[in-house]
């Protein structure tokens, strides 16, 4: 079964109905966790009587990041809800495979996360825990995918160019924009 059509007339790929019914769940419980982060960011002093340059608020990143997560937990819901994943009892087992390695991937995710807050935040420079933690994440997530030396090569050079560009990015965005000494 084939969703909406896109913008330029292409239609989406058909969504498995175990990953519908996987990403129904996720997608709600990410809208739900994205409108929350976007609440409490609105309660989050802003300091107006101290004139203060409105980037350096500190409820700003939180809550762009709270609408981010919104919007895009809740396309993911609304994608799996036309998929049929509403239906959450049906066909509950064939899946289970991809289930697995799903939630692999997002064990792997999260101790990389936590690596990065909890090891590398505050030990080394800034740039350099990003950098270490971007091209690592970009890493392992595709190293599986490649097929051939030549392929995994190209995939970790451009791992190390990712988290560059993104270490420099993210760096230069919290110290020139919003004025934060990095640690």
Partial sequence: MSATAGKQGEADPPVPRGLARADFVTGLLLAALGLAVVVESLRMPRFEQLKIEPYTVPGLVPGALGAVLLVLGAALFLRAARAGGWRLGAGAGRAVGRADAALGRLLLAAALCVG????????????????????????????????????????????LLFGAVIAAAVTLVFQKIF???LP
Avoid: D, M, N, S
């Fill in 116 to 159: 990065y807050a909890a090891g590398l935040i505050g030990r080394l420079p800034f740039w350099l825990a990003t950098f270490l933690f971007v091209a690592g994440f970009v890493a392992l997530f595709e190293w599986p995918l490649a097929k051939t030396r030549r392929e995994r090569v190209r995939r970790l050079a451009f791992a």
């Fill in 179 to 181: 004025l934060v000494r």
